[in-house]
C-alpha cells in the first residue's frame, strides 16, 4: 500500500473508532450517576473513560495489530517503527461527568513523534466531527474548515486555561494571561483542548495559551489546526514536545 493509502486507511479507521467511542461515551453519559476517581489534583477519571479506550483500541487493533498505542488511561504499548496511535477517551472528562456538553473523542496517529499525520475529534453530544491528515485539509461534519481571517490581535478571541493542575504556576501564569487579555479582546475555556483546539481550526477561535498539556490531549487537534492553515508551538522554545505532562 502507498503511504497516501496508508494514511487514508487510518483516517477512515480513526473516524470509525471515534463515532463508534462517541455513542459509548453518549449512553454512559445518561446514566442518574457517574461514579469518579481522582488521579491527582484536578485531574479526574470515569468508568466510561476507562471503557471508551479500550473500545478505540479494539477497533485499532482489529485493522493494525502492530501499531504502538498511548492512551491517556492506559499508558503506552508497542514501539514507534510502524507508527503510534494518541487517544484520549474523553478530553473533558470533568464535563462529561457534570453533563456539560464540551467532551470529545480524540485520536491521531503518527509517523513519527509529535508530527501527527491523522486527527479526529468528535464531540458527540453536538454531533461534530473534526477530522484532518497530512496534506488533504480540516474538515468539519465534511466541510472544509480554514482558521480565522482575524490578523488585528485586538480583535482576536483567545483560548486562556489556567493551570489547573499546577496551582503553584498560578502568578506567573494570571501575569502572562493578564497581558493576553489586555493586548486582545475576549478570553473562552471550553475545557477540552482538543476541542478548542478543533475551534481553532474552524475559525471560532483566534489563539490559544495553556501550560502543562498533556500529548494526548493536543495531538488530534494539532494536525487539524495545521491543515487549517495554523500554527501550534511550544509556548517554551527551550522544551519542545513530550510525551509526560508538565506535573
Ligand atoms: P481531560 O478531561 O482529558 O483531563 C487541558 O486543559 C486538559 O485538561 C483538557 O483537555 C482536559 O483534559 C483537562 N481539563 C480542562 N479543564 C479542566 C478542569 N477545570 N479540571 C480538570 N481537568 C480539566
Ligand atoms: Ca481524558
Redo the contacts with the bound molecule.
Keep these: 500500500m502507498n503511504q497516501e493509502k496508508y494514511i487514508a486507511h487510518h483516517l477512515e479507521v480513526a473516524l470509525q473508532a471515534s463515532k463508534s467511542a462517541g455513542s459509548l461515551v453518549l449512553e454512559a453519559g445518561k446514566a442518574k450517576h457517574i461514579s469518579v476517581r481522582s488521579k491527582q489534583k ?3 477519571v470515569t468508568e466510561t473513560d476507562q471503557a471508551a479506550e479500550e473500545h478505540i483500541i479494539g477497533i485499532l487493533k482489529e485493522h493494525f495489530p502492530d501499531d504502538a498505542i498511548f492512551g ?1 488511561e492506559s499508558g503506552k504499548t508497542g514501539t514507534h517503527e510502524r507508527g503510534r496511535w494518541v487517544i ?1 477517551p ?5 464535563n462529561f461527568f457534570r453533563s456539560i456538553p464540551n467532551y470529545t473523542i480524540s485520536i491521531a496517529w503518527e509517523m513519527e513523534p509529535f508530527k501527527p499525520l491523522v486527527g479526529v475529534v468528535y464531540n458527540p453530544r453536538q454531533e461534530e466531527l473534526f477530522w484532518a491528515s497530512k496534506g488533504h485539509g480540516a474538515f468539519l461534519n465534511g466541510q472544509p474548515i480554514r482558521v480565522s481571517d482575524v490578523d488585528d490581535v485586538s480583535k482576536a478571541l483567545m483560548v486562556c ?1 489556567p493551570p ?1 493542575r499546577r496551582h503553584d504556576l498560578a502568578d506567573e501564569y494570571f501575569e502572562r494571561m493578564r497581558r493576553i487579555f489586555l493586548a486582545t479582546s475576549d478570553f473562552r475555556s471550553l ?4 476541542l478548542e483546539l478543533s475551534y481553532i481550526a474552524a475559525g471560532r477561535f483566534d489563539g490559544y495559551f ?1 501550560r502543562c ?1 498533556g500529548y494526548y ?1 493536543l495531538a488530534a487537534g494539532m494536525i487539524i489546526v495545521q491543515e487549517a492553515g495554523g500554527k501550534l508551538e511550544s509556548a517554551d522554545p527551550g522544551q519542545p514536545f513530550t510525551d509526560e505532562r508538565c506535573d
Excluded at 90 to 94: E, L, Q, R, S
Excluded at 191 to 194: D, E, I, L, W, Y
Design positions: 484536578n485531574d479526574f491517556e484520549d474523553i478530553d473533558g472528562t470533568t486555561v489547573h475545557g477540552s483542548c482538543a495553556e498539556l490531549d
